[in-house]
């Protein structure tokens, strides 16, 4: 009865752990002006960003009320996320990747998923 018991815990306990990597590794596709694109997965504190076939992994900084920013100090990787758009900048190069970048959820005015449960973004 025991090890039955034991069984069914390591089961579920699987599932519950596997329900949370799923929901916190939702890919989202940017569509930005100019054909550009990229992909992002994570939470609302850090960012795995996919660009040109390259991923790396974007922790979340100070930024101005309104926005979120995500770097990667090592590869130059910048990510500005605003209500209505987002900007991938490389820091490094100093140039802008991609600009006016938006979810298919932003397209139909919602804000971006990375602004959920993020200050000062939390509906009350």
Known sequence: MKKNLLTISVVLVSLFAAAHV???????TWTCSESKQF??????EKVRLTWESKTFDLERQTSLP???????????HDLVVLGNKA????????VRLADFCQ???MRTGKLPHLFAGAEPFVQN
């Open 66 to 76: 309104g926005s979120l920013r995500y770097k990667n100090t090592n590869s130059g």
């Open 22 to 28: 799923s929901a916190s590794e939702e890919v989202f």
């Open 87 to 94: 900007m991938l900048f490389n820091i490094k190069a100093g």
């Open 39 to 44: 992909k992002t997965t994570g939470t609302t």
């Open 103 to 105: 979810t298919a959820d």
